[in-house]
């Protein structure tokens, strides 16, 4: 992996932020996303594109102004991505503003996406990946 390859995924995030959908450049096809139960009712994992696509609609029917900011974004020495993440919303029936902290654990094949780990804590992604703090 290379520093193109967090460049492309900081750029995937700033795309989605900006019009809500994902460029499937970036994905695997048959990508895996683990999702955390912190965000809302979408725990789970999700199959490909279309499920990940499905995963984040629901997201979107249910905040407004959903943004995914990178604040960091690293390599493990096995080559996996660790991106600290942070979610912004509002919530679209009661208003509440949403300010949360993830962590990805990114796993790739090929330069493209194949699997996405979210972790509700820093620590617990960094242990999954092999690092500390």
Known sequence: MSEE???RLRAALDAFNRTGEIGPDLLDSNIEMHQASSIIDTAGVF???EGLREM?????????DLS???EEISETPE???VAFIRVRGRGKGS???VDNAIAWVVTLRDDSIARIVVYEERAEALE???LSE
């Not at 984040?56 to 249910?62: D, K």
């Open 5 to 7: 390859t967090i460049d």
């Open 79 to 81: 080559g996996e991505i």
């Open 95 to 97: 208003g509440i503003e």
């Open 128 to 130: 999954a990946a092999g």
């Open 56 to 64: 984040l609609g629901e997201l979107q029917e249910a905040f407004e």
């Open 47 to 49: 199959h490909g594109r």
């Open 68 to 70: 995914f900011e990178a």
